[in-house]
Nanobody, 121 residues
Framework: QVEVVESGGGLVQAGGSLRLSCAAS?????LAWFRQAPGMEREFVAA????????YNTDSVKGRFTITSDNAKNSVYLQMNSLQPEDTAVYYC?????????????????WGQGTQVTVSS
């Protein structure tokens, strides 16, 4: 069993920035960020391989969000810039053995409780 804990959400004005953090209780896992807005399905945002050599982002966040990792801390970060109201959602961190089917939420074995990000206009 792997525990995943997110932090760093909050309220920010449009155009602002936030940095989310996620810590896993074990090493060797690919980590990803998903988000879920009210009434919407949980959607893929970004993923990173163990070691940080491979990253993926969904098109809507390219050029604005950056995913990075710190293997020594079993942690992943999501730097979010130029935030827009449509980015408002609960952001979840998830872990899996590798990045196969990285954008499919059902392929992830471990999930955090989520952290709220609210962007005001």
């Amino acid at each position: 069993q792997v525990e995943v804990v997110e932090s760093g959400g909050g309220l920010v004005q449009a155009g602002g920035s936030l940095r989310l953090s996620c810590a896993a209780s074990a090493s060797g896992y690919a980590l990803a960020w998903f988000r879920q807005a009210p009434g919407m399905e949980r959607e893929f945002v970004a993923a990173i391989s163990w070691g940080g050599h491979t990253t993926y982002n969904t098109d809507s966040v390219k050029g604005r969000f950056t995913i990075t990792s710190d293997n020594a801390k079993n942690s992943v970060y999501l730097q979010m810039n130029s935030l827009q109201p449509e980015d408002t959602a609960v952001y979840y961190c998830a872990a899996k053995a590798n990045l196969a089917a990285y954008s499919n939420r059902r392929s992830y074995s471990y999930w955090g409780q989520g952290t709220q990000v609210t962007v005001s206009s």
